[in-house]
C-alpha cells in the first residue's frame, strides 16, 4: 500500500505541475493540418517569437539527407538547426544528440530551450562536468535532447552505438555539431572526427541517424561535406548589414572586396580627440574611447582584446573615458547588477567592476567565475551594460551581440590573428532581430599593414584532420568500436578506419605512411603490449575488463590502467575522516596549474592534521619539500603525485566553506581559473563513477557510494555551500549568489519555482531579467515534470515484473 501511495502522489504531482503551466492537463502533442511551419505546428512559430524574439524566418534545407549547413556569423544556423531539432523530437519522436564545443554554450542552450521542452513536451537534458547519467536513463513516453560538450558528446554515442541506436530507450534520429570548424583543432577535433566516423560507419547506417553540421568558417566545406556524406549548403546571406572598417592611426578606412578578391578601401572619417582632455589623450592615445562614444547612449560595443590582463586595462581605460552622462543612465539596474555580483563573490565583488558598472562597462575572460561571467552577459543583453572588453573566446562562445565590433590589436596572445578568428570577431556586430545594423573596427600598426591586407584579402582556412597525430584517440577510437560492437576483427578496424577525414584527406594528397592496415596494426600491437586486449575467441578482439570500463567512462586507456592502481593502492588505506583523499583522487592527472613557489612552501609546511596524513601517505615528505625548495620541482616521488596533492588541498579549503575569493587569495590564482578546475574535477570524478560501476570489481565496490556522494557539489561548483541549495543550483540559470536569494525570498525548492510568478520573482532577486525569470520557472517545471515521469515509468516497470512473477506462481501453486 505504501508504494501505491508514493506512485499515485507522483502522479497527482505531475497533474498539478502540468496544470500550473497553462490551466490545462496537457496531451501529448501530434503534429495536424495547422502544421504550417516546416511541418511543425504552428505553435513552435509563436514560441519562437516569445522565447527568442524571431518573427520571420530565412530558407531552410527539407531533404532528410546529412547537411553541412554553413552561413556568415549571425546568419541564422543555429535557428535552422533548432526548426529541424524541434521536427525530429516533435514529428518523428526520436532523440537528438546536440555537440557545442564550450561549456557556457551548453548552459546557454540548456536555458533556452527549456520553455520549448515544457510547450512541446520533450525532455532537455544536460550533460556538461559530472551532469548526466551514462548511460541515460530510459524515457520512453517522451522523445529527449542531450545537449552536450563534444567530450560528454562521445561518450553519449558510445551508449547509443552499444544499444542499437538508442539512448534512454528510444531510437536517436539526430546528431547536431555546433562549429564544425573544430575538426581541425588539436585532440579535440580528434576526438569529434572519431566521434563521427563511428556513426557514420556502414553498420550503423541501418539507424538513419541524420548528423548536421553548423559552421561559419570552413574553406574546404566540399571536402568535409564529402567526409560526412553531406549535403552543403552555402551561402552568403546576412540579414543585418555589416560594414567593415579599419583604423590605422587617426584614420578610419571602409573596407570591401572587388571582384578578384583584392582589398579596396575608402577613408570614412578621422577621429576627432578634440572631445579628450590632455589626461585622456595620454590615457588612451589609440582613441578606443572616443569609438565606443560614437555609438553611445543608444547602442552597444564588444572590445576584443589580445590578452586576459589586457581586458582589465582597456576597460580602465574605457570607463575614464567614456563621459560622465553614461553613470546616470539605468543607475537602479546598475546597483541590482552590482548587489547581484556581490552574492555571487559571497559579499566580494572585483575593485575594476564596481567602479566600471557604473559607467556601464565591464571586463569578461577567464579569471572571471561562471557566475560573475552570467551576470554580465545578461547585463549587456539588457542594456544595462554598454560595453564589454573581452577575449577572442567570447567570439566562439555565448551569444552577445553588438552594434560596433572594436578589435584592438590583431594578435591573439603573441600570434597574427586567423582570418576565421576575425570573421567570428566581426560576426558579433549586428544580429537579426536584435540590431538593425552592425559595424567593426579593427585597430592595427603601421607595420603589421602588409599582414592586415593578407588577412582580409585570404580566404578561410582549411580543415585538416589532427587524427593521426592524436595517438591516444586512436587508442580509444578502436577500443570503443571493439567494446560498442560496431566493430569485432581487425580487418572491420581497417574499414572504419579508411571512413576517418584523416586517411581521405592523406590519400587524396598522397601522403606516405598514412595506409588505414598500417595504421591500425600498429595501434593493435600498441594496445595488445599494454595488455588492453583478451585473448580473440575466433579470431574476435575481446577486450579485458578495464579497457571495456574505460570505454564505459570515456577514459583513456593508459589513465584508465593508471586510475586502478591508484584505486587499488588508496582503497587499502582510505582516509576518510573527511573528504581530502576522494577529492585528491578526483583531480584529473593532467591538472597541473601553476603555482608560485613562495606560496607552495607556505602551504606545504603549513598542513594540518589529515592533510599531513594524506601527504604522508602519499610519500610527500620533508625532502619532497627541500627538493622543490632548491630545484622547483620533486623528484622522489611521481609529478602527477604532487601536483594532484596541491589542487585536492584548493578543492578541500572550497569544501570546508572557506569563500573563492580566499582560496584565490591563498593560491593566488583567478576565481575563474578556480572554477574550471571544479569543472573539470566533477567531469573525472563522474568517470572515476562510471568506471568503477563498469568494473564490477570487489575491491572497488566502495567507491561508487563514495563518489556518488560527492559530485553534485563538485556539479554546482561551491562545494561549502549549504545543502539546502543543491537542488536551486541545478538550475540552468541558478549559481550560489541567486540560489542564496531565492532561498531567503521562501523558494526553497524546485517545486517553489515552478510555482511562481515570473515577475515576483523579478523584484526579489537582483538583477533578474524578465526573459531569464521565464526560463528559470520553465526549467523548474521541466526538471520536476521529467523526474515525477521517470518515477512513473520505474513504478510501470516493477508492477509489470511483479505480476509476471505473481502469475508464474499462480501457474504453480497458491502463491499466499
Not at 552505438?161 to 534520429?173: E, F, I, Y
Not at 561559419?216 to 568535409?224: D, K, V
Request: net charge positive; hydrophobic share 40%.
Amino acid at each position: 500500500m505504501k508504494n501505491i501511495s508514493v506512485i499515485s502522489n507522483v502522479s497527482n504531482q505531475k497533474r498539478q505541475l502540468e496544470t500550473t503551466f497553462d490551466g490545462n492537463s496537457q496531451k501529448r502533442l501530434h503534429v495536424d493540418g495547422d502544421s504550417d511551419f516546416f511541418g511543425l505546428p504552428h505553435k513552435v512559430k509563436h514560441l519562437f517569437k516569445k522565447h527568442k524574439g524571431i518573427t520571420q524566418l530565412y530558407d531552410a534545407i527539407k531533404r532528410r539527407k546529412n547537411l553541412i549547413y554553413a552561413l556568415p556569423t549571425s546568419g541564422g544556423k543555429t535557428l535552422v538547426a533548432e526548426i529541424l531539432m524541434l521536427k525530429e523530437l516533435i514529428v518523428y519522436e526520436r532523440n537528438v544528440i546536440f555537440i557545442l564545443p564550450y561549456v557556457a554554450l551548453v548552459q546557454e542552450k540548456v536555458q533556452s530551450l527549456c520553455p520549448f521542452g515544457l510547450n512541446l513536451e520533450f525532455n532537455v537534458e544536460e550533460y556538461v562536468g559530472g551532469k548526466g547519467k551514462h548511460p541515460p536513463l530510459h524515457r520512453k513516453r517522451k522523445s529527449s535532447i542531450y545537449i552536450c560538450t563534444l567530450e560528454r558528446g562521445a561518450g553519449l554515442v558510445d551508449c547509443m552505438l552499444a544499444d542499437n541506436g538508442q539512448l534512454g530507450g528510444r531510437s536517436v534520429g539526430m546528431i547536431v555539431v555546433d562549429e564544425l570548424h573544430l575538426l581541425g583543432e588539436q585532440k579535440r577535433g580528434a576526438l569529434l572526427e572519431a566521434t563521427l566516423t563511428k556513426v557514420l560507419d556502414s553498420k550503423q547506417s541501418k539507424h538513419n541517424i541524420q548528423i548536421i553540421g553548423m559552421s561559419a568558417t570552413i574553406g574546404n566545406m566540399q571536402e568535409i561535406g564529402d567526409f560526412l556524406n553531406a549535403h552543403v549548403y552555402t551561402r552568403d546571406f546576412r540579414p543585418v548589414k555589416l560594414t567593415e572598417t579599419i583604423k590605422l592611426n587617426e584614420q578610419i578606412f571602409v573596407i570591401n572586396k572587388d571582384i578578384d578578391g583584392s582589398l579596396k578601401s575608402k577613408l570614412d572619417r578621422k577621429l576627432d580627440f578634440d572631445a579628450y582632455s590632455t589626461d585622456m589623450k595620454l590615457l588612451d592615445p589609440s582613441g578606443i574611447g572616443l569609438l565606443v562614444r560614437e555609438i553611445l547612449p543608444d547602442g552597444s560595443c564588444l572590445i576584443f582584446c589580445p590578452t586576459k590582463s589586457s581586458c582589465q586595462s582597456i576597460a580602465k581605460i574605457i570607463y575614464k573615458t567614456i563621459g560622465r552622462e553614461e553613470t546616470k543612465v539605468k543607475l537602479k539596474q546598475k546597483e541590482e547588477l552590482y548587489k547581484a555580483l556581490k552574492e555571487e563573490g559571497d559579499g566580494k565583488v572585483c575593485p575594476l567592476l564596481s567602479r566600471s558598472i557604473l559607467f556601464g562597462v565591464a571586463y569578461h575572460n577567464s579569471g572571471l567565475t561562471n557566475a560573475e561571467r552570467k551576470l554580465i552577459e545578461e547585463a549587456f543583453l539588457d542594456g544595462i551594460l554598454k560595453c564589454i572588453c573581452c577575449t577572442s573566446t567570447l567570439a566562439a562562445g555565448v551569444n552577445l551581440p553588438a552594434q560596433r565590433v572594436i578589435i584592438t590589436s590583431p594578435y591573439v596572445g603573441r600570434d597574427f590573428m586567423k582570418q576565421s578568428t576575425y570573421r567570428q570577431m566581426v560576426g558579433r556586430a549586428g544580429r537579426a532581430g536584435l540590431t538593425e545594423s552592425g559595424d567593426s573596427v579593427l585597430l592595427f600598426q603601421e607595420n603589421d599593414k602588409e599582414k592586415i591586407k593578407v588577412l582580409l584579402e585570404s580566404g578561410v582556412e582549411h580543415v585538416d584532420s589532427c587524427l593521426g597525430t592524436e595517438e591516444s584517440v586512436v587508442y580509444s577510437m578502436i577500443l570503443s568500436s571493439v567494446s560498442t560492437g560496431c566493430t569485432s576483427s581487425q580487418q572491420q578496424l581497417v574499414d572504419l578506419m579508411k571512413r576517418t577525414l584523416f586517411i581521405q584527406q592523406a590519400e587524396k594528397r598522397n601522403v606516405e605512411c598514412t595506409v588505414a592496415s598500417d595504421l591500425v596494426e600498429s595501434c593493435l600491437d600498441k594496445l595488445k603490449s599494454i595488455n588492453a586486449f583478451d585473448k580473440p575467441i575466433e579470431d574476435k578482439l575481446k577486450l579485458t575488463s578495464i579497457a571495456k570500463a574505460a570505454v564505459a567512462a570515456n577514459l583513456d586507456i593508459l589513465e584508465a590502467q593508471k586510475l586502478y592502481t591508484e584505486l587499488l593502492e588508496a582503497s587499502s588505506a582510505l582516509i576518510l575522516t573527511n573528504k581530502l583523499h576522494l577529492l585528491y583522487l578526483a583531480v584529473p592527472y593532467t591538472e597541473c596549474i601553476a603555482l608560485e613557489r613562495q606560496n607552495v612552501l607556505d602551504i606545504m609546511t603549513n598542513l594540518q592534521g589529515d592533510q599531513q596524513a594524506l601527504a604522508n601517505r602519499l610519500g610527500l615528505n620533508e625532502l619532497c619539500i627541500s627538493q622543490f625548495f632548491s630545484y622547483g620541482k620533486v623528484k622522489n616521488v611521481s609529478e602527477n603525485i604532487w601536483n594532484k596533492f596541491l589542487m585536492s588541498l584548493i578543492l578541500n579549503d572550497l569544501w570546508n566553506k572557506e569563500s573563492i575569493w580566499t582560496v584565490s587569495k591563498t593560491y593566488n590564482l583567478p576565481r575563474g581559473t578556480i572554477h574550471s578546475f571544479l569543472s573539470r574535477t566533477a567531469s573525472h570524478a563522474s568517470s572515476i563513477l562510471r568506471f568503477t560501476e563498469a568494473l564490477k570489481d570487489k575491491k572497488l565496490d566502495h567507491f561508487p557510494m563514495l563518489f556518488q556522494n560527492i559530485i553534485p557539489k563538485l556539479n554546482i561548483g561551491i562545494l561549502g555551500s549549504s545543502s539546502d541549495l543543491e537542488s536551486l543550483m541545478s538550475l540552468p540559470s541558478v549559481r550560489f549568489g541567486r540560489a542564496t536569494q531565492l532561498y531567503k525570498a521562501g523558494y526553497k525548492t524546485l517545486n517553489d519555482v515552478a510555482k511562481a510568478n515570473k515577475k515576483e520573482l523579478c523584484n526579489v532577486i537582483n538583477h533578474l531579467p524578465l526573459k531569464v525569470s521565464r526560463e528559470m520557472i520553465a526549467s523548474a517545471k521541466l526538471m520536476l515534470l521529467s523526474e515525477a515521469e521517470a518515477l512513473e515509468e520505474l513504478a510501470e516497470s516493477l508492477r509489470a515484473d511483479l505480476n509476471q512473477s505473481m502469475s508464474k506462481n499462480k501457474e504453480n501453486s497458491l502463491w499466499f
